[in-house]
């Protein structure tokens, strides 16, 4: 329970800052989303995953069925994030490595949410 809060508290923040920039349709999201050549349609649905996401890990501290599948999903978006990147061609590695951690930290929550269940 207290390595789940603890990853919830990892989390939740940066995903509730990234899904905000993308609904919100900040200059600096949208530079980014330009950069990997995504729709605008696409990126709000990003967006939109991301705070869902976040309602499931806050959730998952007390139904452990939420909170991995909300793991789950922000493993699947990270992947989805590094397939793009490589496909837009970006070559600046510190995104990569950010998407990495923050997939190894989903992949920990699943394991603990799939304890708790």
């Known amino acids: 329970m ?19 920039g993308k609904l919100r ?3 600096s999201s949208l530079a980014i989303r330009d950069s990997l050549r995504l729709s605008n349609r696409t990126w709000k649905t990003i967006g939109t995953l ?4 976040v309602v499931g890990l806050v959730a998952g501290v007390w139904l452990p069925l939420a909170g991995l599948a909300a793991s789950a999903g922000v493993g699947a978006l990270m992947v989805g994030a590094i397939v793009v990147r490589a496909r ?3 070559r600046n590695a510190a995104p990569y490595v950010a998407d990495v951690v923050v997939l ?9 949410h799939a304890l708790a269940v």
């Open 104 to 112: 190894l930290i989903a992949l920990a929550s699943v394991g603990l």
């Open 2 to 20: 207290v390595a789940q809060v603890i990853i919830a508290a990892l989390l939740v923040p940066l995903l509730l800052g990234t899904g905000a």
């Open 25 to 27: 349709q900040l200059p």
């Open 88 to 90: 837009a061609g970006q």
């Open 50 to 53: 991301e705070i869902g996401a």
